[in-house]
């Protein structure tokens, strides 16, 4: 417990409203560009805007596999306040890149989050008890 005068003597700062927050895109591209052409590609993108955090090394991969698409995803971090420009920024940014370059962008989007699997529960019966009593 903190007493009151102490809390009222200092400043308070609110950590959760500035604390980076991680942002992740999901990259459609039509099959036939080299993966690691465009993981090059999306990573000096993501390195260059100025509102991902460079001390956070981005995450990119394939999360998806189709007959004529792939899907790529970069995850980046930066400020909680700036999280839709930062993701508006660098949709657009990748996308002239990667056009630039040749690939066929399908679709940038928010990433999709898969929805874990649920075990099944597992109905217990309760112990017998073979002893009367």
């Known amino acids: 417990a903190v007493p009151n005068a102490a809390m009222w003597a200092r400043s308070v700062s609110n950590f ?4 980076p927050r991680c942002v992740e895109i999901d990259i459609a591209v039509e099959r036939g560009t080299p993966f690691g052409e465009l993981r090059v590609l999306i990573d000096d993108t993501l390195k260059a805007e100025a509102l991902v955090f460079p001390g956070f090394g ?4 394939i999360v998806d596999v189709k007959i004529k698409s792939m899907t790529i995803r970069a995850a980046f971090w930066c400020d909680a306040e700036h999280v839709q420009g930062a993701r508006k920024r660098v949709s657009d940014e990748l ?3 990667l056009t630039a370059a040749g ?3 399908k679709r940038i989007a928010p990433a999709r989050k898969t929805p874990a699997k649920k075990k099944p529960i597992k ?5 017998q008890n073979d002893e009367v009593g």
């Open 16 to 19: 959760s409203r500035s604390r």
């Open 123 to 127: 109905s217990e019966t309760p112990p």
């Open 103 to 105: 690939a066929v962008v």
């Open 95 to 97: 996308r002239a890149t």
């Open 58 to 61: 981005p995450l990119i991969k």
